[in-house]
């Protein structure tokens, strides 16, 4: 079974840091690109991030490129996210999730993520 829990989140005030992380299971990690993407209340579901299982290669949205950073440890089964500078445009549950096929930056590109972890962002 298919298992990617996402843990870290919490409430922060505006320009601080926050660290995701995604621990995985049931799949073999390191041969899956992986993203992480986020749904704010009364919102679609919005890419965030991805990462390249070949290469190692990031994209980002432009709302988040400069302050967010997608990294993986293989070895760990885990996949991370470091988010500074946040805003409170950025509060929502953020998911990671594993990457199927198509565009890096198209929520549909992506079949398969866990329950999230909220992320507040307020003074």
């Known amino acids: 079974e298919v298992q990617l829990q996402a843990s870290g989140g919490g409430l922060v005030q505006p320009g601080g840091s926050l660290r995701l992380s995604c621990a995985a299971s049931?799949?073999?990690?390191?041969?899956?690109?992986l993203g992480w993407v986020r749904q704010a209340p009364g919102k679609e579901i919005e890419w965030v991030s991805a990462?390249?299982?070949?290469?190692?290669?990031?994209y980002y949205a432009d709302s988040v490129k400069g302050r967010f950073t997608i990294s993986r440890d293989n070895a760990k089964n885990t996949l991370y996210l470091q988010m500074s500078g946040l805003k409170p445009s950025d509060t929502a549950r953020y998911y990671c999730?594993?990457?199927?096929?198509?565009?890096?930056?198209?929520?549909?590109?992506?079949?398969?993520r866990g329950q999230g972890t909220q992320v507040t962002v307020s003074s």
């Open positions: 999730t594993t990457y199927d096929r198509g565009p890096y930056h198209d929520v549909d590109s992506y079949n398969r």
């Open positions: 049931g799949f073999a990690f390191s041969r899956f690109s």
């Open positions: 990462i390249k299982a070949a290469d190692g290669t990031t």
